[in-house]
């Protein structure tokens, strides 16, 4: 017997670390396959220049949003539900480890039908940032939204864009396009962080990067994801801004003829005879 109850002992460790990891891989890939999608989802707009997020704002933007396959059901009264991913820009200019977030929105009047969409809001200021980091807030009334230019080249937007904290977009059957989402209510996803982070942990230790366990690969490539599109953007920004305007070609002159080094002080340098010229003596009368 004390031979078995060591062998169990020894066992249950590794019973219990076996258990522990079991339950860590299946509790985050739900998560990792939503943070898998968000890369696709940026990715594929980005790769199109006339429907991309323009450099500018993507450049200056203090945190993104992307919500892979929002679903909008109605029949009569509709709503709108979709999970995905917030990073915030840190000091440095990088880009923080993503938090999970949920999107919920309700609307009423005569519809039907069922449609799924990609949306990705960009913040423009951190006022907003601290409404969602605290809880929830709603766009438009807690933060004003607007619809944003699509193109990497996009001209100003019109004044009402310009006064809103946050731009939003939204992609169906292939279209990408600014999208007003007035109403719709942006709140932290608590259950989906600490299966992803770890028991307690808050959107403000995310984005910190004060977590208790590493982020996964997914969530790793999402942040690149972001990182790379910055990177484009800043580049296409500084190629635009500092190309030098091309000059016309200067004409072609000929060489100058080479000039005969200059006499020593003190000697005598003859002069060629076609170099004298003669003048007319004077006629006599």
Do not use: C
């Given at each position: 017997?004390?031979?078995?109850?060591?062998?169990?002992?020894?066992?249950?460790?590794?019973?219990?670390?076996?258990?522990?990891a079991?339950?860590?891989?299946?509790a985050?890939?739900?998560e990792d396959?939503?943070?898998q999608?968000?890369?696709?989802?940026?990715t594929e707009?980005?790769?199109?220049?006339?429907?991309?997020?323009?450099?500018?704002?993507?450049?200056?933007?203090h945190?993104?949003?992307?919500?892979?396959d929002?679903?909008?059901a109605?029949?009569?009264?509709g709503g709108?539900?979709?999970?995905?991913?917030?990073?915030?820009?840190t000091?440095?200019?990088t880009?923080?480890?993503?938090?999970?977030?949920t999107?919920?929105?309700?609307?009423?009047?005569?519809?039907?039908?069922?449609?799924?969409?990609?949306?990705?809001l960009?913040?423009?200021?951190?006022?907003?940032?601290?409404?969602?980091?605290?809880?929830k807030?709603?766009?438009g009334a807690?933060a004003?939204?607007?619809?944003?230019?699509?193109?990497r080249?996009?001209?100003?937007?019109?004044d009402?864009?310009?006064?809103a904290?946050?731009?939003?977009?939204?992609?169906?059957r292939?279209?990408f396009?600014?999208?007003?989402?007035?109403?719709?209510?942006?709140s932290?996803?608590?259950?989906?962080?600490?299966?992803?982070?770890?028991?307690?942990?808050?959107?403000?230790?995310i984005?910190?990067?004060?977590?208790?366990q590493?982020?996964?690969?997914?969530?790793?490539?999402?942040?690149?994801s972001?990182?790379?599109?910055?990177?484009?953007?800043?580049?296409?920004?500084?190629?635009?801004?500092?190309?030098?305007?091309?000059?016309?070609p200067?004409?072609?002159?000929p060489?100058?003829?080479?000039?005969?080094?200059?006499?020593?002080?003190?000697?005598?340098?003859?002069?060629?005879?076609?170099?004298?010229q003669?003048e007319?003596?004077?006629?006599?009368p």
């Amino acid at each position: 017997m004390p031979a078995d109850r060591l062998r169990l002992s020894l066992r249950l460790p590794l019973l219990l670390a076996l258990t522990l990891a079991v339950g860590t891989a299946m509790a985050g890939a739900r998560e990792d396959a939503r943070a898998q999608n968000a890369v696709r989802v940026l990715t594929e707009i980005q790769a199109i220049p006339e429907s991309a997020i323009p450099d500018k704002l993507f450049d200056e933007a203090h945190a993104i949003v992307v919500i892979p396959d929002a679903i909008k059901a109605g029949l009569v009264v509709g709503g709108r539900r979709g999970h995905g991913l917030l990073s915030v820009k840190t000091a440095d200019g990088t880009w923080s480890n993503p938090s999970f977030v949920t999107l919920t929105g309700g609307s009423i009047g005569l519809q039907a039908g069922v449609q799924s969409a990609d949306i990705v809001l960009v913040f423009r200021s951190e006022r907003g940032l601290e409404s969602i980091v605290n809880g929830k807030f709603t766009l438009g009334a807690d933060a004003g939204v607007a619809a944003g230019p699509v193109g990497r080249n996009a001209a100003a937007a019109t004044d009402g864009q310009m006064k809103a904290e946050i731009w939003s977009w939204s992609r169906a059957r292939g279209l990408f396009a600014g999208v007003a989402l007035d109403g719709a209510v942006l709140s932290i996803d608590d259950a989906a962080n600490e299966a992803a982070y770890g028991q307690d942990t808050t959107p403000r230790m995310i984005f910190e990067s004060r977590i208790g366990q590493r982020p996964s690969a997914a969530l790793v490539g999402f942040r690149d994801s972001l990182e790379e599109a910055s990177a484009a953007a800043r580049a296409a920004r500084g190629t635009s801004a500092t190309a030098p305007v091309a000059a016309a070609p200067a004409p072609t002159m000929p060489a100058p003829a080479a000039q005969p080094p200059a006499p020593a002080p003190g000697t005598f340098e003859p002069v060629p005879d076609d170099a004298v010229q003669s003048e007319p003596l004077p006629s006599t009368p």
